[in-house]
């Protein structure tokens, strides 16, 4: 329950004990172990239940929402979902499937740190350890060796960064591009941006979101009109010339 909602149902994830409080959903938490007991303690039964569940499917938006917010700010009472990050090893594996990359094969060894920069096998195959983790998945909140009930969460710029400049993402990208625009039903603006909202995040693009995307794809091909005016000038070639000197 913790880790598609994002938040358990008891209040210490760790220790269902006496003194870890009492849960809000004593009635909930009997059903689901219930449910687990009685489908031969099928954990995929009790996820495949979890996320067909319409409390799983609420929306999580606040707009309208003013008498239950006041009642229960929290939302102890999980009258909405809560917006939740995606885990480091779902990022990772995500822009590699995104691209046509991703290697699905199920078993085999380990991937040691040494490989895990060329490795297309999925993230849960890495070794991990306390003292040797990898850089890209750190960064988007890893979960610790020891600590491994709740990760933690942080907003931090180095993700924008490593989403922006990363090895791997620069390699997935054009990749993506090209996935994307042969399997859009239409060579037009606004049918690419709907489209890529739904294959790459899932969801249908508002009515703003069309236009600001669209205004943002005329920016980047001007910006690659005047890159590479100054490359075929060699004004970029002077530029770094002087960085190196200085």
């Known amino acids: 329950w913790s880790r598609h909602f994002g938040a358990a149902l008891a209040p210490a994830l760790f220790d269902l004990g006496r003194k870890g409080g009492t849960p809000e959903h ?42 239950e917010l006041a009642r229960d700010p929290d939302n102890r009472h999980w009258w909405r979902r809560t917006p939740i990050r995606l885990e480091s090893q779902v990022i990772r594996d995500a822009l590699l499937a995104h691209a046509g990359r991703l290697d699905t094969t199920h078993g085999g060894p380990t991937v040691g740190s040494s490989d895990q920069a060329q490795s297309r096998r999925r993230s849960l195959y890495f070794h991990h350890s306390n003292n040797d983790r990898n850089l890209f998945l750190t960064t988007f909140d890893e979960a610790l060796v020891k600590e491994c009930y709740r990760r933690e969460t942080s907003i931090v710029p180095q993700q924008a960064l490593a989403l922006l400049n990363g090895r791997m993402v620069g390699d997935c990208a054009p990749d993506i591009a090209r996935n994307l625009t042969a399997t859009a039903p239409a060579p037009d603006d606004e049918v690419f941006v709907r489209h890529a909202f739904e294959q790459l995040l899932g969801f249908e693009p508002s009515p703003a979101d069309v236009p600001a995307f669209h205004d943002f794809h005329q920016l980047q091909i001007a910006f690659q009109h005047v890159w590479q005016e100054l490359t075929d000038q060699g004004v970029l070639d002077l530029i770094q010339d002087a960085y190196e000197t200085i």
């Open 26 to 67: 004593t009635d909930l938490i009997d059903w689901l172990a219930c449910e687990l007991v009685d489908h031969n303690w099928s954990l995929k039964h009790l996820h495949r239940l979890i996320v067909t569940s319409a409390a799983y499917r609420m929306d999580s938006t606040l707009a309208g929402a003013g008498a």
